[in-house]
């Protein structure tokens, strides 16, 4: 038997190194990761930089409570600030990063009303939770945190019907990522914040996906003229050491004063001397340009595929998180499993749709042997299918 809750579907495989974009399983098979752990290894496996700076701060000092200063927090929040006005609070994980906007906001606002969205994912914990915009998600752990409302993605009068002075805030993800890499319309997106400001409402926005260069920019909303009172992260800030962030305007700090929000282990020591460098070395002009070459050289890549082929009906996505949209969500798990024995993990998102996530520091060869494999799976699957 196994002494663990069946509560994840596990393959029967199992990862045993690592090394940049690389993963090696029991036997010995090399696999080109499209993956990055879900969004996380954004640097890539085994990085010498980063093995180096975990092991020095490990010789000195893993952790200290938040009652004493703590100068890593200190540095990453000012990197992650990026010249303006935010100030942060460091967790552990996105779920949590989430329940701190979620109770910042109703401190803030003294509301309680949140308005999130379909297929919206923020995470499993009870606050996080409800704001999910997914049945599947809630069902057998009813009763949820009062107050959340979930309206259509992208459609601006079901958010018209529902915003007012009692909502607190607006939350949601620019790109939907569990829910199948969707693509928020950057005029809804300006439109929400409008609204918001009409209403005095806080505009939270979800980066744990999209943040850290995963698009191309260090953070996503900067593509959409948005500025959110609030923002989370996680998944790639701590290169899979576990490490979340909330961030809120410098005007809500007062909200979040002594006593009022904590956590034992958010932004030790160990934890922020990673996530510092993993920072350092993203948020610059050329790395975030070389993303956005090798997502439109895969981006590229893919829709020549899907021209040519009936099992595809779309491919969409920002920098290096893109989704191949299938037209028979049954096709999802063959697909799937023959891209693995080819050597090549992936991941799914919604129903029907394979996402790919490689490390930031995927190289151009490394897009094009992916390619290669996703080409040669796909012509394969539609002649069998004929
Ligand atoms: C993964 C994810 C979360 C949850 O993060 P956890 O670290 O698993 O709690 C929340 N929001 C988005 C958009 C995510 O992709």
Redesign the pocket.
Known sequence: MSYLFPNYQRKELEMMEGFQNTLIDQNGKHYLDFTSG??VMNLGYNDPELNQVLQDQSKRLWHTPNLYENHLQEQTAEKLAKGKEYVSYFCN??????EAAIKLARKATGRSKIITFTN??????YG?MSATGQNSIHQGFEPLVPDFTYVPFNELEPLKAVVDQQTAAVML?LI???GGVVLADEQWVQAVQSLCHEFGALLII?????GIGRTGTFYVYENYQVEPDIF?L??GLGNGIPV?AMLGKACLAESFGPGSHGSTFGGNKLAMSVACKVVERIDQENFLQDVQNKGHQLYTGLKQIAENNPLIRSVRGKGLMLGIELVDQDTVKSMMDQLEAEGLLVLKAGQNVLRLLPPLTITEEEVDQGLEIVEKVFNSLSQADL
């Not at 994980?93 to 989430?98: I, L, P």
């Open positions: 879900i969004g994980s996105g779920a949590e990063a989430n919206s994912f923020h995470g499993r914990t996080a993800e939907q990522g569990e979800d980066e744990i996906q999209t989370t996680a998944k979340g």
